[in-house]
């Protein structure tokens, strides 16, 4: 018997379309639009998890998910960063974006690093593997890329290489040793 785990990226909002770094803000009326119309590939599924962010509630909610907050799925934390764009940042701290793109050790908006990301999924991606659960989950892009990550046992300065859209649905399987990389969409 395997697990299985589809997870979910939330839908866009505004910050998606400014190439901000995100806020705890709603999805925007095209984002809801999109989710309301997506179709998910159903079967048995034993456990339904949202991120507690606002975006990734309303994203489980539009999807017709009956979905439980976990901490766990949380967005990666860019302390200082948040609410800013891209461009801003780049312009007035290009050293410490620089820094923090190619160290996945570093954190220098005073958040989390990619590193530490990546180890606070893991217990609760290898509790799942051991359970043998059907899990599906809306959460954040960063949270997909660290899972990938995990998955298939990539460095984590490849975090910086995978790019997960609004609504990108990324399934895994997974038994007693390891978890597998089943589909991206």
């Known amino acids: ?9 939330h839908a866009s909002t505004a910050a998606v379309h ?4 995100p806020r705890d803000e709603p ?3 095209q984002g809801h639009k999109k989710a309301t119309a997506l179709t998910l590939e159903r079967g048995r599924v034993d456990a339904v998890f949202t991120s507690p962010s606002l975006r990734a509630r309303q994203t489980a909610a539009a999807l017709k998910l009956d979905a439980v907050v976990e901490p766990v799925l949380r967005d990666i934390d860019l302390g200082s960063w948040s609410g800013r764009t891209f461009d801003d940042v780049q312009i007035n701290a290009p050293d410490q974006l620089a820094e923090w793109t190619t160290d996945p050790n570093a954190a220098p908006h005073g958040g989390e690093s990619v590193v530490a990301l990546i180890e606070r999924l893991r217990p609760w991606l290898d509790s799942i593997r051991r359970d043998d659960q059907r ?5 954040h892009p960063a949270i ?6 995990l998955a298939i046992d990539a460095e984590p300065r490849s975090f910086w290489r995978i790019d997960v859209a609004p609504l990108c649905q990324v399934s895994f399987s997974g038994n007693a040793l390891r978890w597998t990389l089943r589909s991206l969409g």
């Open 1 to 9: 018997m395997s697990a299985r785990l589809t997870l979910i990226s």
């Open 18 to 21: 400014a190439a901000a770094f």
């Open 27 to 29: 999805i925007d009326e």
């Open 144 to 149: 997909i890329r660290a899972v990938l990550i």
């Open 135 to 139: 899990v599906v989950a809306v959460t």
